[in-house]
């Protein structure tokens, strides 16, 4: 829904756009004075030097949603440490349906960061961590689950191998812009 100005005096929910990587800053300044917010963060793993490590990423990069009323709130929240603006089409200010934001909870739970399950299958690409194979690509030959491990085909010393490497070890490989 769509209001021009400012119509409402009962909070509803708007997106806010950050500043560049200081979503969680907004966040936690609009919780400060009382504005009810959700920003949602996906927790993955990540393949590193030192092993796989978890990391929380924001479902949507800069933006977050506030519940306000919008004529008492609309300059804290808008010039509030972290914000750069509320969206808003032309010359109306966007507002997002209570049930809109209700399903994303639901889906989130009671946090706002959601991990991502992570079950291998056979031919599944996946990057190994840690300091010997860090970084390198491979794909899962065979799972076994009793001993929390999968086999994988490297190409080493001039030939291809077979190896086994604990399942905490690797990271699937993902084709979209959070697998970066």
Not at 110 to 118: N, Q, T
Not at 133 to 150: I, Q, S
Request: net charge positive; proline share 6%; hydrophobic share 40%.
């Amino acid at each position: 829904m769509l209001i021009e100005g400012s119509e409402s005096s009962s909070p509803e929910w708007f997106c806010l756009r950050s500043q560049a990587g200081r979503q969680n800053v907004a966040a936690a300044h609009l919780r400060s004075f009382g504005v009810e917010v959700f920003n949602p963060h996906l927790r993955r793993k990540h393949a590193t030097r030192r092993g796989v490590e978890m990391r929380s990423e924001p479902l949507f990069p800069n933006y977050l949603f506030a519940r306000f009323a919008f004529e008492q709130h609309f300059r804290r929240v808008r010039y509030g440490f972290g914000v750069s603006s509320i969206l808003k089409f032309g010359n109306q200010w966007c507002v997002i349906s209570d049930t809109e934001v209700q399903n994303l909870r639901n889906e989130w739970g009671p946090g706002e960061a959601l991990e991502l399950p992570v079950d291998f299958h056979v031919g599944q690409q996946v990057r190994l961590s840690g300091t010997l194979f860090y970084g390198v690509e491979t794909e899962v030959l065979c799972l076994l689950p009793a001993r929390r491990r999968v086999r994988v085909l490297l190409d080493l010393l001039g030939g291809p191998k077979v190896i086994e490497v604990a399942t905490d070890a690797v990271v699937p490989v993902l084709s979209h812009p959070l697998s970066t």
